[in-house]
């Protein structure tokens, strides 16, 4: 069984910066099997792709609204994933959810309904 557990999200003004955590409980060597990505769903929106990462952290496909100013790693020894979101804007703003699924080798989900554990849901907000 795989449990995500977010950090707390926060406000910022536009411009600024703000890190996310997702601390994984897994078993074993459950987490390095693990394709990761961050989703995020604004009001009246769906659930939208902000960043996955390979098992290895070598490959990140980002969606192009945060291209240049988000970056996404893990931790395979502490079990962590990271969101690094720089030069926020109003329209980042939303819930921001970890996600996590078992996969084989370098397949790297892209797209939400691909993936199996969801953390709870932290919330991102922007003003400008």
């Known amino acids: 069984q795989v449990q995500l557990l977010e950090s707390a999200g926060g406000s910022v003004q536009a411009g600024g910066s703000l890190r996310l955590s997702c601390a994984v409980s897994?078993?074993?060597?459950?987490?390095?099997?693990?394709?990761m990505g961050w989703f995020r769903q604004a009001p009246g929106k769906e659930r939208e792709l902000v960043a996955v990462i390979s098992r290895s952290g070598g490959y990140t496909p980002y969606a192009d609204s945060v291209k240049g100013r988000f970056s996404i790693s893990r931790d395979n020894a502490k079990k962590t994933l990271y969101l690094q979101m720089n030069s926020l804007k109003p329209e980042d703003t939303a819930v921001y959810y970890c996600a996590a699924r078992n996969v084989i080798m370098t397949h790297t989900p892209t797209t939400a309904s691909e993936y199996t554990y969801w953390g709870q849901g932290t919330q991102v907000t922007v003003s400008s």
């Open positions: 897994a078993s074993g060597g459950t987490f390095s099997r693990l394709a």
